[in-house]
Every structure is written in C-alpha cells, then in structure tokens.
C-alpha cells in the first residue's frame, strides 16, 4: 500500500484500476538542410488540419459536455489563429532558417513560458492551452496519431502527468471513475472536468504517482485530496462501505424528494423553494418544494420599461400561486436600489447603494411603487396560502409603517368591494446584524422571520459579497454571523413565531446539521438543491444536531467550522461535491 | 488614425470569455488595432496587438484599468466605436 497527498480536485471518493495515461513523445529532428518556402507550406497546411480537427471536437463537446468546455475549444482556434503567434512562427522559418516543427515548437513554448511566468492559475491554464495546441500542430507534422486511451477499455481512474481538454473531450467518460495527476491545481482544466461529470479527483499528486501500475487497484479520495494505490484490504474495504452509503443517500434522494425531510428522530421540517418566476414555480415542483420560501418580485420591475400595473402584477402573482395550490408562498416584496438601473423609476445612484435606500427603504418612500404591489398580491391571495414579506428592515417603527400601508390597501379594497384572504402572514427578512440583535422587539410586531444570509454576512461582516477582494469574508459560516442566526431563532421562538432562511446557507449540506441543530423552522433554497437537503436532514437526529451546533459556535472561522462538521459527520463530506 | 480612452469596468478585465470577445470583435476590422495602457507597478507603457489573443491575456489589463484603443486604417472610425461600445458594455456580464 502507498498513499499520495495531492490538492483536492474534485470531492467524492471512488475505488478502480489504474489506467496510465501515456502520452507518444514527439520526437523531433534536427534538419540538416530547410527549404523555407517548403516549411511554409507544411505549416499552413498543418495549421488548417489542426483549426479542422479543432472544429470537429468542438462541435463534439458542445453535444456532449458543457458549454464551457465547448469554450475551452473556440480559445484554442483562436490562438491558432492569433496573427502574434503565427507571425513568430513564420518569422523563425523565413528568417532563422528553422523547420516548420522546430520554429512551432520553440515559439509555442515561448508564449507558454510568458503565459506561465504571470504566477496565476488563471494564465497557467492558457499556457497549457497554448502547448496542447502546439503539441497538436506537431503531431500533424510529424504524423503522430492523437490519443493514448485507446486502450481504455473498463472503468478505471485515468493517472496522468495533466489532462489538456483534447486529450479528455475524446474520452470515453463512461469508462472514467476518478482522475488523479502528479501535476495541476484545483482549478486545471482535469479539475474542472472531473467536477463536471461528478467523480472525484486528485491533483498536483507527485510525479511518483506515474509509475504505478497500470490495472492496479487504487482509492482516489478526492474529497481530502488523497490517492492510495494498491490498498490493504481493510482500508478498501472501509472505503467501499463509504463510498455505498454516499450513492445510497443520492439515489434514495431523488425517489423520496416528494416526501417530507423528518429527521431521524422524528422532527419534521419545512423544505421550500426560493424562485423567481413561473419556471422557477414548475422546476420548484418537480425537485419536491413544499412551497415557496421566497418569492423574489424583482423580475416583474426589471424586465419592463415602466412600472408594472397592479393588473400586471396581479396576473403574475396569480400564475404562480396556482402552481402551488394550498401550499404557503412568501412573495417579498420589491427589493431594488442604486445598484439596479430601472429608468422609470429614477433611482439615484448612491455612494454605496448597499447602505442606501433600498428595498423597503424605498418602497415606504415611494407609494405610488409599493401600494399596486401590495394590492396585487392581497388580490392574488384568494385562495391561496400567501404570506407577505418586507425586505431590509432595520428598526420596528419600519415595520409598522409597513403594515399601516398594507392596512390602508386591505381598506381601500374592502371598500371597492375586492376579495383578499383575511389570514395572510405577515414577515420580514432579518438580514440586518440590528434586526438581528432586536429580534425580540421585532417578532412582537411580524407572524415569521425569514434570514436572508448573504446580506447579513456582508453587513455583519463589513465586507461587500461583490467585491473579490474581500468576498471571502462575506460568508455565513463565520461564527459571528451564525451566532445572529442563533440569536434570531430564539428571540423568535420565545415570542411563538416560526423562522425560516432563504439565503444560501439553507441549501449549503455543510450548513444543515448546524441550522437544525439551532432548530430552524423552514429551509428555503434553490430547487435542484432541494432533494439532497431533504435527504441530508432525513439522515440526522435533531438532538444530536443541538450538541454540534452548539459546539461549532465556539469556532472561529469557516474552515474550522466546514472541518468540524465533516469529521462529525462522515456521510455529509462524501456528498458535498 | 482614431484614439479613444475607456475604463474597464467589468469584473475579470480582459480576461478570460471578454478577452476572446473583445479579440473576436477587433477580427471584423481591417484596421491595424492596439490597445496601450499603464503597468500599475512600473508606470511602464504597454502595447498590445488587438487581434491578438495572447497579446491582449498578457497586456494585464484588471478591473479598472483605463485603456487606449488605437486603430489605423479605412474602417478606423467604426472598429473604435465598436470596441469602446463593448468595454462600456461590460462584454454583456450582469
């Protein structure tokens, strides 16, 4: 047995034989005697078959993977096809006398050590771009044939120095079940492949790991980034029940996403759906949504060129909330500010719109805006479970406000003689670190909070989410930010009020041991996420989830917190790929 | 021979799917096209070849950066204004 360390590519663990990926050396002599104008025409013609080939394997990934592998192929045409690149060559031949494949050679290397040298992963993947289309203009010349997995033949786990994407897009992916390379990053093009079809990977492995042999068993953990090869038998066997578990949990999701998540010991929660449309409505359905935890209203605003009509609104509520049935749906209502341009409405830019007069802001503001708002929705409720949501409160007074606009529509339409549901609900998002800290005062004054954890990590956090270079902190699992979240919970539950959370962290696997464990009420997230979360909180004891939540309270940072729950609990690391 | 300044604003600069766009778009052109700007670092003028993939990626050209688009011939006016119209664009991103 011997085991590798590398980077982790690409979560998930698999177990196979060994297949090295070999690639034909090309071998390239020297010419004694060059006839530049001869070498021209090789080159031309080599560059045409290699812009042809190019062409033929990109029409074959965009049918059978992504369409940004697809892209991975235009950028090699491009560079085929880029006059600085061909200048070089030409200029090598005409000038320096030098072979078609040698003046290739040596100028693709150039601007592949240029790329190279910029110290960035990002430009460390064009420089293999710029080699393996190099390499394939060589290949032409010196009429070497294309693929080294020929002999591929049973699903194994490819091992190999690094994989350009024309050495995988004429992979057999079926017979693919892991990848590990001696060299490459996360972010390599093997990586990012291997996390495309859902397999694990290993890279930056060592070169030791190509002399393995080939057909030997090997274990890929892609989720530590670890490959051990010829295993002892308990640790393959260990591995193996693991690896079951893991495709047990994915496949009895996708049959029971219908049925509601109850928790081992028998706690039942709600898990809902964050949409923002009438397609969203349908797929929300389909991945077994038990309503609608979010109803994002924005579309109707953006995509028009004047304020949408009560009429407008109304038919769009209406449509959705007939997907749904009885099931509740929280429409929240318009949360727009600088950042956004809408002409019609005539927001002012603001310094930083984040802090500015956004959302319900705005909206208290600007009746002529909020009021046909809050009227379609009462309209659209009859019949229906809807629950209305105001957005960016900060203080209590603000809520109020809110809710003597919503009181004068209910009157004005009584008066008209309308219908509305009596019953609705009334929330607000707690996404403000003050809303937070007065959840006390303000559930005294809503029916339900709903947390909204991307903006209250980024406000809790000072760290704008859209800003790269501070992002990182902009992130719910500090525990400053899950401490609020915890605080929320309480505040709410101590005044009989029920908590959902429609940010990101409600979908998050890592996330939901924690937020169960702080016995959130209702997981709202994006509908494909929905059967594997249901799946997840089927497979956790609610009272166990109160000891480790309280526990990862006392951590410090996100990687402490990530690292905690997956040691707790294997089952959740082999399926957060 | 027709100059415009202009700011790239968009979040990778030119980089990555804006750069080819931006790459794609100089092609259309039978103008000579460049583009110059300053290394942050050293102040240093830069110059790349428009048309040129390569040259643009190691042009470094970030968010932020103000950037001289230069183009010289019979179709100068329009490769210009396309070319400054796709940067303010933001290459179409969100």
């Known amino acids: 047995m011997i085991e590798f360390s590398g980077i982790s590519a690409s979560r998930g663990m698999c177990v196979g034989p060994v297949f090295q990926f070999v690639r034909q050396k090309l071998e390239i002599t020297v010419k004694k005697q060059v006839n530049p104008s001869e070498e021209l025409v090789r080159l031309n013609l080599a560059i045409d078959t290699a812009k042809d080939q190019i062409d033929l394997i990109y029409k074959k990934a965009l049918k059978e993977s992504s369409d940004a592998d697809a892209e991975i192929f235009k950028a090699h045409r491009m560079i085929l096809e880029d006059p600085e690149l061909i200048k070089e060559v030409k200029k090598k031949i005409e000038k320096e006398n030098q072979s078609a494949e040698i003046a290739m050679q040596e100028t693709g290397m150039a601007f592949s050590e240029m790329m190279a040298a910029m110290d960035d992963e990002y430009f460390a993947s064009r420089a293999m771009d710029i080699m393996d289309v190099t390499n394939r203009v060589l290949r032409i010349l010196l009429n070497v044939a294309e693929s080294p997995t020929s002999g591929l033949k049973e699903p194994s786990v490819i091992v190999a120095d690094d994989l350009t994407p024309s050495d995988t897009v004429m992979l057999d992916k079926s017979l693919v079940v892991g990848f590990c390379t001696a060299q490459g990053s996360a972010t390599s093009h093997t990586a990012i492949l291997a996390r495309g079809l859902g397999i694990p990977a290993v890279s930056g492995a060592g070169n030791d790991v190509l002399t393995q042999k080939n057909g030997s068993t090997v274990i890929l953990d892609g989720t530590k980034g670890k490959a051990i090869f010829a295993p002892k038998e308990s640790v393959l066997e260990e591995y193996q029940k693991r690896i079951e578990a893991a495709k047990v949990i994915r496949e009895e999701s996708l049959k029971n996403a219908h049925d509601p998540a109850t928790t081992k010991d028998g706690k039942v929660v709600e898990v809902v759906s964050n949409i923002g449309n009438v397609e969203g409505a349908k797929s929300a359905i389909e991945n077994g949504a038990e309503g609608v935890g979010l109803l994002r209203t924005e579309f109707l605003y953006l995509e028009q060129s004047m304020l949408p009509s009560e009429e407008v609104q109304y038919k769009a509520y209406k449509g959705i909330l007939e997907e749904f049935g009885n099931m509740p749906v929280i429409l929240r209502t318009l949360d727009v500010g600088g950042d956004k341009e809408i002409p019609y409405m005539g927001l002012e830019a603001e310094a930083n719109s984040f802090l500015g007069q956004r959302a319900l802001r705005l909206c208290l503001e600007r009746p002529e805006i909020f009021k046909p708002q809050l009227r379609a929705a009462l309209r659209a409720s009859v019949g229906h479970n809807l629950k209305i949501m105001f957005p960016m409160v900060a203080t209590t007074s603000e809520v109020r406000e809110a809710r003597k606009v919503l009181e004068e529509c209910m009157n004005e339409l009584k008066k008209e003689g309308v219908l509305y549901a009596e019953d609705i609900e009334i929330g607000i998002m707690v996404e403000i670190p003050s809303a937070a800290m007065t959840a006390d005062q303000l559930a005294k004054e809503v029916d339900f909070f709903s947390i909204g954890t991307n903006d209250l990590s980024q406000y809790t956090m000072a760290a704008d989410r859209t800003n790269p270079k501070v992002a990182s902190l902009s992130n719910a699992f500090f525990p400053a930010v899950l401490r609020l979240v915890r605080a929320v919970i309480k505040a709410a539950h101590e005044e009989g009020k029920w908590v959902g959370m429609c940010g990101e962290l409600a979908g998050e696997p890592l996330a939901l041991p924690i937020l169960l464990g702080l016995e959130l009420d209702e997981f709202s997230m994006n509908p494909p996420m929905i059967p594997l979360a249901k799946q997840i909180i089927r497979n956790l004891d609610s009272e166990e989830m109160k000891k480790i939540a309280a526990e990862v309270l006392e951590l410090e940072n996100p990687a402490q917190i990530k690292g905690f729950i997956k040691d707790k609990i294997p089952f959740i690391a082999e399926l957060t790929g | ?94």
């Open chain 2, 1 to 94: 021979m027709k100059k415009e300044k202009v700011i790239v604003n968009n979040q990778v600069g030119l980089h990555a799917r804006p750069a080819s766009l931006f790459v794609q778009e100089a092609a259309k052109y039978q103008s000579d096209i460049s583009v110059q700007c300053q290394d942050p670092e050293t102040n240093e003028n830069r110059d790349a070849n428009a048309k040129s993939i390569l040259g643009i990626l190691t042009l470094g050209v970030f968010q932020g950066t103000e950037i001289t688009i230069t183009a010289d011939g019979e179709d100068e006016d329009d490769a210009v204004k396309a070319l400054i119209a796709l940067v303010k664009d933001n290459f179409g991103e969100e």
